[in-house]
């Protein structure tokens, strides 16, 4: 079906449904819909930690009360609970969760903690391993598993 009427170079040169129209070229968009790629950046949540802890105005936080609304107070956003009646607690909520299950039981993200990685000099590690090493000593005597002739 390659006719007249069928072949794309027939079509008049201000038509704005030709092949590279001005607005194509230009970056904008035809009908205003976006392309599969623009919806999954716009659907791809980034988690939004505050120093290392957890954020109730991440988008992955979640009530499962589904409690949680983010109000506006002039230009600063609030996480606010409906179910009492108040601001949301955060982490401490027995309700409070992590999409990607990065809630760590002490409120800090898993997603933050990721990249910071705490680098030790050797004398630190080995002081760090003898108050250890002292801890587990006492625990141990402590509970009677071992006594004092059977430490080294």
């Known amino acids: 079906m390659s006719g007249k009427y069928f072949d794309s170079k027939s079509r008049s040169s201000s038509s704005p449904y030709r092949r590279g129209s001005r607005d194509e070229l230009h970056g904008h968009r035809q009908f205003g819909r976006a392309t599969p790629r623009e919806r999954r950046e716009f659907r791809e949540k980034k988690p939004m930690p505050i120093g290392d802890r957890c954020n109730p105005l991440c988008p992955h936080f979640k009530c499962s009360k589904a409690s949680l609304n983010i109000r506006r107070r002039g230009v600063q956003?609030?996480?606010f609970c409906s179910w009492v009646g108040d601001?949301?607690?955060?982490?401490?909520?027995?309700?409070?969760?992590?999409?990607?299950?990065?809630?760590l039981p002490d409120g800090r993200c898993a997603y933050a903690l990721r990249g910071k990685k705490e680098e030790w000099s050797f004398e630190e590690q080995l002081k760090r391993?003898?108050?250890?090493?002292?801890?587990?000593?006492s625990i141990l005597q402590r509970r009677k598993i071992i006594g004092e002739e059977d430490l080294f």
């Open 129 to 137: 391993d003898v108050v250890e090493s002292e801890k587990v000593k």
């Open 87 to 103: 601001n949301c607690i955060g982490h401490s909520c027995q309700y409070a969760y992590c999409e990607l299950r990065a809630l």
């Open 77 to 79: 956003q609030i996480a």
